[in-house]
């Protein structure tokens, strides 16, 4: 069963998030794939993570780029997983229904977008269901905050 944390997104866009947690996965030697609602949104995740500042090098790949397998992190509006991660990222309310492959699993939502919230409880109750380790973790002034 894979570890669900659920990113109640309060003060920063998932593009301002993302940088931070996805260092993170590489420093703990792991690979990430980021699943995001439109093709769109992979390219304005893409040109974000190029201008992080912290971490400053954050090597990830898209399918425009190819080069799937060495990619340390894929950005995608599918569900392939070309670079074997064990790490997945959820962006903008979009769901997983086969999460065998990985060990944990990062869902992000907009704490402002009321049916963004409504549709993380259904997906948390879908995760509790499945039998999957949930946490949640809401975005303070400074930080995170685990909630029960």
Known sequence: ????????LTRSPAVEVLPALLGRTLAAGQRAVVRC????????LDDGLWRATDP???????QAMGHGPWQPIWLTAGTDVPNGASFLFLLDGVEATDLSAFTRVFDLF????????AAA???WLAGREGGH???YWQQQPKGW????
């Open 1 to 8: 069963m894979a570890q669900i944390g659920f990113y109640h």
């Open 37 to 44: 609602a439109t093709a769109e949104r992979v390219q304005e």
């Open 56 to 62: 400053l090098w954050l090597p990830h790949g898209t």
């Open 110 to 117: 907009d704490g402002h977008d009321e049916a963004a919230v």
């Open 121 to 123: 409880r259904r997906r």
């Open 133 to 135: 380790e949930l946490s």
């Open 145 to 148: 905050a685990r909630r029960k």
